[in-house]
């Protein structure tokens, strides 16, 4: 059975802190690995990895996957309050499956 | 571009009542699904359809329906409302992803309670 387990399910910091949230998956025929930032709403699109080794960088935030470790990486730096959300990581297997974890809560305290 | 339109925002149900969830996508594309959530939770795939008249379960198919009669509605069906389908459910779309395409288009979402 396809699964996507991320870790912790919680995290708290303070401003300015750097952070790293963690994905693991044991998935057939994986494609690609997706970040994906969810506040109040809908979540919204971070990072598309496909290939192992390359870093994926968006200001503060950056990515990078394993894919012979079975594993992916999301690094915040300098954390800063509006970062506070839930974080999910999902995996697409074939052409349109999305296998979605569970998501880490992150609170960032001013 | 609208992108992905989810109606209602948000509904209170009796237990036993039915309902229908709409979602609209402008975008033509040929992938839609239906997520659950709950609080505290990651997103759960109830049903997914990969084209018109195409419709499949996903892994919390049971107590809904759907229907894919066009490209761009895809309903989800509550025939007989239990609490424990009080939840948050998302309508999302996407292309072929390994086609470049970007990911997963998702709609608001709409906030479900079931009394």
């Known amino acids: 059975e396809d699964k996507v387990v991320q870790s912790p399910l919680s995290l708290v910091v303070h401003e300015g802190d750097t952070v790293t949230l963690n994905c693991s998956y044991e998935?057939?025929?994986?494609?690609?690995l997706l970040w994906y930032k969810q506040e109040k709403k809908a979540p919204t699109f971070l990072f598309m990895l496909?290939?192992?080794?390359i870093e994926k960088k968006s200001g503060r935030l950056s990515s990078i996957l394993d894919k012979k470790e079975l594993f992916s990486i999301l690094n915040i730096t300098a954390t800063q309050t509006g970062d506070s959300a839930v974080y999910l990581c999902?995996?697409?297997?074939?052409?349109?499956?999305?296998?979605f974890g569970t998501g880490t809560r992150l609170k960032v305290l001013a | 571009n609208a992108g992905v339109t989810q109606t209602p925002k948000f509904r209170i149900l009796k237990i036993g009542q039915s309902m229908t969830l709409q979602c609209a996508q402008d975008?033509?594309?040929?992938?839609m699904y239906w997520y659950r959530q709950d609080p505290g939770m990651g997103l759960k795939l109830i049903y997914y359809?990969?084209?018109?008249?195409?419709?499949d379960k996903g892994e919390v198919p049971n107590g809904y329906n759907v229907s894919r009669s066009t490209t761009e509605d895809f309903p989800l069906r509550l025939e007989l409302a239990a609490p424990s389908q009080t939840s948050v459910y998302f309508c999302?779309?996407?292309?072929?992803?390994?086609?470049?395409?970007?990911?997963?288009?998702f709609g608001d979402g709409t906030r479900l309670s079931i009394l």
């Open positions: 999302a779309s996407s292309q072929d992803i390994n086609r470049g395409r970007q990911p997963q288009h």
């Open positions: 998935v057939t025929n994986f494609r690609s």
């Open positions: 496909t290939s192992s080794g």
């Open positions: 999902a995996v697409v297997s074939g052409t349109y499956k999305y296998i």
């Open positions: 975008m033509n594309h040929n992938y």
């Open positions: 359809s990969v084209g018109a008249g195409i419709t």
